[in-house]
C-alpha cells in the first residue's frame, strides 16, 4: 500500500518558518522524482519545488531563494524548509510521487499551511 504522509503545517506569521516533512511508504524512493504541490483556496493546484531521483532540486520562481525541497532515501523522506513565508503562500500543500519512467504518480493528503500578515 502506498502512502505519503506530510506532516509539519500550521500557522505562522509572516516573515516566518515552516518546515514540512513527508514520509513515504510503499514504492522504490529510488525510482521516483519527489514533489510538493501546493494549493490555494479558488486556486489550482500548482508545483512548488521537485527534487530528482540523484537530488537534483528545482524550484518555483514564487518560492525560489525562500523554499529549499531535500530528501532523504535512507529515511524515504522528502522535506519543504520554508522561510520568510508570505501571507500568499497559504495553501494545502501535497506531497508528490512521480515515477521516472511510468506514469505512476501518488498524492499524500495535504497538510494546511496558514500565514498571517
Known amino acids: 500500500q502506498v502512502q505519503l504522509v506530510e506532516s509539519g503545517g500550521g500557522l505562522v506569521q509572516a516573515g516566518g518558518s515552516l518546515r514540512l516533512s513527508c514520509a513515504v511508504s510503499?514504492?522504490?524512493?529510488?525510482?521516483?522524482?519527489m514533489g510538493w504541490f501546493r494549493q490555494a483556496p479558488g486556486k489550482q493546484r500548482e508545483p512548488v519545488a521537485t527534487?530528482?531521483?540523484?537530488?537534483?532540486?528545482s524550484t518555483a520562481d514564487s518560492v525560489k531563494g525562500r523554499f529549499t525541497i531535500s530528501r532523504d532515501s535512507e529515511e524515504k523522506t522528502v522535506s519543504l524548509q520554508m522561510t520568510s513565508l508570505k501571507p500568499e503562500d497559504t495553501a494545502v500543500y501535497y506531497c508528490?510521487?512521480?515515477?521516472?519512467?511510468?506514469?505512476?504518480?501518488?498524492w499524500g493528503q495535504g497538510t494546511q499551511v496558514t500565514v498571517s500578515s
Open positions: 527534487i530528482s531521483v540523484t537530488g537534483e532540486p
Open positions: 508528490n510521487a512521480e515515477h521516472i519512467y511510468t506514469d505512476s504518480r501518488f
Open positions: 510503499g514504492i522504490r524512493f529510488s525510482s521516483f522524482t
